[in-house]
């Protein structure tokens, strides 16, 4: 089936820096959702990107649709510590087959902040 | 309604028992999924509502694992038998009618099985 891999696994950075995490698959995808999760609770969806090529913001958070549509990228600006998560990529179906509406997610990027 | 909300949040069973958890989506939203998450993982595609009706199902939903939406408004997942590998956090999302893909998740169940 189809995968996604996230890179990288893990982040430790200082606040107020900047922060860059990508996605990449071996299938095209036609959407692009990045979600945040905190511990003990459910993910939470930050941007969703629907065009090759788009470039959408949420806040300090960028993400790009890769022109290949076989990756994604989320940059976080001025890191802070409540950005303290795991960032997940996801996307729907894809040229593999399959629903349209299941989503495939990656394993994450731990991001921990240091006041 | 302002989010997808599930019951229990937490749920510590004995091997072999009998779960049932509960999902109510957000009220519009017609498309109703149950994931499963594990330490470390992403989380993985269960089982897909449209309405009341369960189109797809994962080759991970065993013979022991049933949903139902019986009015195309919330659901249940209920786990027979229950084993250790079961463990893991189960989390319910939803999404709106027609080609938007955007699933809002609840904040899951985390069920531990001794």
């Known amino acids: 089936g189809q995968q996604l891999n996230q890179s990288p696994q893990s982040m430790f950075i200082q606040e107020g820096e900047d922060v860059s995490m990508n996605c990449t698959s071996s299938s095209i995808f036609n959407t692009w959702l990045w979600y945040k999760q905190e511990p003990g609770e459910g993910p939470v969806l930050l941007i969703a990107?629907?065009?090759?090529?788009e470039l959408t913001s949420n806040g300090r958070l960028t993400a790009q649709f890769g022109i290949t549509r076989k990756d994604s990228f989320l940059n976080i600006s001025a890191s802070i510590p409540s950005d303290v998560g795991i960032y997940f990529c996801a996307g729907p179906g894809g040229n593999s087959g399959g629903s349209n509406y299941k989503l495939t997610f990656g394993k994450g990027t731990l991001l921990t902040v240091n006041p | 309604d302002t989010g997808v909300s599930q019951d229990p949040r937490h749920k510590i069973t004995k091997r072999g028992q009998n779960v049932t958890f509960r999902c109510d989506p957000i009220?519009?939203?017609?498309?109703l999924y149950w994931y499963r998450q594990t330490l470390g993982q992403g989380p993985e595609f269960l089982t897909y509502?449209?309405?009341?009706?369960?189109?797809?199902k994962s080759r991970l939903l065993s013979d022991r694992f049933s949903a139902e939406r019986p009015k195309g408004s919330f659901s249940t997942l209920e786990i027979q038998r229950t084993e250790q590998g079961d463990s893991a956090m189960y989390l319910c999302?939803?999404?709106?009618?027609?080609?938007?893909?955007?699933?809002?998740f609840g904040q899951g169940t985390r069920l531990t099985v001794v």
């Open positions: 999302a939803s999404s709106s009618r027609g080609a938007n893909t955007e699933a809002f």
């Open positions: 990107l629907y065009k090759a090529g």
């Open positions: 009220s519009e939203h017609n498309r």
């Open positions: 509502f449209q309405n009341e009706a369960q189109l797809e």
